[in-house]
Structures are given as structure tokens and as C-alpha cells.
């Protein structure tokens, strides 16, 4: 298991910079942005597809600071109603499994889109409960929409030998850990989890009881290490489906945090044991959303507490049980 960083927050810096500062406080791997919400900043995804010498010049850089490529990054919604919308997000995610592949990067990073509520709708339309019925019957529609598009794209992803990280996101199908099986068993096992525990926390969903879910199924691909904050005074008057701007801090039932900011470090260690018990070894990516403190301030501090945590050996021999 190794520290690495979503470069998101870095994409004022040109990328040279950004690895040289991430290499200066311990990070060991990057997640790069190639489309959709993460934007592309650091590496545009068609001219590195178009150009092999663009390619080794990316890998070359990473080389030059020891950094791994744990993902690549392209969130967005290919189960748009808005087929324009859906057909842009749908050639961002086969180009950037394209792209991996060409890079020998293992994962490409995603969400699993949200359609409508019915063939007619236009707009996405998260569902929360099952009654009244019509709203059962809209989320076995968008089932139908979504197993239809995923085990297509499922193959395409294991044609190129590339795994689909999915992040488990409110306002997305997939938001929680048993759809996230739900939508692998009816795909294949190139669909997993780009697993966030910041979404997470504030359903009160256990993390490390989802991870062990998950991982001994081998369905986490990636990991993103981020943080979430509940606050009581917020959450006790108006619950957790909080529509309040983000940036109202003050007034929100809860708060993405950086690392350690809503979860002390004895339960980031927690979650660094179990995933190593059910068997990842991969990235730890900081992703910075913490509109409290600085892009840097954050990184800093979570990777601080992220080294502590990281076991850098191999459990030796079991002496003690013999």
C-alpha cells in the first residue's frame, strides 16, 4: 500500500511541478484527471492517446520522481438522458481505459452515471425510497439502463486488461456497497470499487465493515483517502440529505475533511489494517475537498497522518503462533 494524490487540487501547477512538490512530501503514486468533473489539466487524454512520444514523456516524469500512476480519472455520467451528454461521458471513459491501457495503468477511475426515472424524463433522478411505487418502478428501469451499459462497457474494459473503479456516490446509481455488487454480478469483474469512504460516513455506513465486504470479494480497485465531518448541530434538526452550498460551512449537516479532520488517526490505521486483511496493496489517493484549509494545507496534513498509518514492510513470520 502506497500514498498517492489526486492531482485535482494541483491543476494550477504544470505537472513537473506538481510531481516535484508531492515527491518533496512523500507521495509515492498520482491519479491523473482525463476528463469529466476531475478535467484534464495534467494529461490530455486524445493527444497522449494520438502520441507515443507524449506518452513516454509522461512515464519518463513519473520515473524521474518514483511515482506510480495508480488510476486515471473520468467522472461523469454515461447514463445521461441527454444522449449528447451521455455519448460525451461514454467517449471519455473508452478513451481513458485506451489510455491506460497504452500506459500500463491498471485502473481507470469512474462514477456509475444516474439515468432518468423513465424513458421520457430528462433529467437524472436519484431515488431514495421505494414508495411510492412509481419510484420503485423508476429505479428497476434505471437497473435496466445501467446493467445494458455497464456489461458492454465491462467487456470493453477487459478487452484492454483495464479494471473500472467505480465511487460509490449519492446522486449516482451506485452510492453504496451492495449495489456496488449488484451492478459487478451482473457485469464482470473488471467493474469494482473506487472506494471512498468520504460518501460513505455520512449514511453511517461502517467503513471498515464495507471494506471487508468488498474486499473479500476482490472488488476494490482503487481506494481514495478522504474525509468526512457530521456535525450534530446541523444533522440532529434537518438529517443528511443536506442541499446547503458547500461552501456555507457553518450550516451544513456535514463536510468533506482532510484526513484525520473528521476521523481521528487511530481509525485511518483501522481502515489501512483492514484493507491490508482482505488483501489491497494499492494506492491510497488523497483527494482534497476540504473547503476549510488549502489545497496544500490538506495534502500535507493527510498525507502526515497517512504515513503513520501506511505499514511500509511485509507481515514477517508468525513466531509467536508456532
Request: negative net charge; aromatic residues 8%.
Amino acid at each position: 500500500m502506497y500514498i498517492g494524490v489526486l492531482t485535482v487540487p494541483l491543476g494550477g501547477e504544470s505537472l513537473p511541478d506538481a510531481l516535484s512538490y508531492l515527491d518533496d512530501i512523500g507521495v509515492d503514486g498520482v491519479e491523473l484527471g482525463v476528463g469529466g468533473f476531475p478535467g484534464d489539466d495534467h494529461l490530455d487524454r486524445r493527444a497522449a492517446l494520438d502520441d507515443e512520444g507524449k506518452r513516454e514523456e509522461l512515464l519518463d516524469l513519473a520515473d524521474e520522481h518514483d511515482m506510480q500512476i495508480s488510476a486515471l480519472a473520468t467522472h461523469n455520467n454515461p447514463l445521461h438522458p441527454d444522449e449528447e451528454e451521455a455519448d460525451e461521458a461514454d467517449t471519455e471513459l473508452r478513451e481513458a481505459i485506451e489510455l491506460a491501457d497504452a500506459l500500463d495503468v491498471n485502473t481507470v477511475t469512474c462514477f456509475s452515471g444516474l439515468p432518468a426515472g423513465g424513458p421520457n424524463d430528462e433529467v437524472p433522478n436519484w431515488i431514495t425510497a421505494p414508495w411510492p411505487t412509481e419510484h420503485a418502478d423508476a429505479r428497476d428501469y434505471q437497473w435496466e439502463v445501467a446493467v445494458d451499459y455497464w456489461s458492454d462497457l465491462a467487456e470493453f474494459a477487459d478487452d484492454h486488461g483495464v479494471d473500472v473503479a467505480i465511487e460509490m456516490h449519492p446522486n449516482m446509481l451506485v452510492y453504496e456497497p451492495s449495489g456496488m455488487m449488484q451492478l459487478r454480478e451482473a457485469t464482470n469483474e473488471r467493474i469494482g470499487a473506487n472506494f471512498d469512504p468520504s460518501h460513505l460516513y455520512w449514511q453511517d455506513i461502517d467503513i471498515c465493515h464495507a471494506i471487508r465486504f468488498l474486499g473479500e470479494k476482490d472488488a476494490i480497485h482503487h481506494f481514495h483517502a478522504k474525509d468526512t465531518k457530521v456535525y450534530s448541530w446541523n444533522s440532529r434538526l434537518k438529517g443528511v440529505l443536506d442541499t446547503t452550498d458547500y461552501t456555507d460551512e457553518s450550516n451544513r449537516s456535514w463536510l468533506f475533511r482532510s484526513i484525520g479532520y473528521g476521523h481521528g488517526e487511530s481509525h485511518w490505521k483501522d481502515v489501512v489494517s483492514t484493507l491490508r486483511m482482505v488483501g489491497y496493496e494499492g494506492a491510497l489517493s488523497i483527494e482534497h475537498e476540504d473547503s476549510l484549509t488549502s489545497s496544500n494545507e490538506g495534502l500535507e496534513k493527510a498525507v502526515d497522518i497517512l504515513d503513520r498509518a501506511v505499514f511500509d514492510t511485509q507481515p514477517g513470520e508468525a513466531y509467536w503462533a508456532e
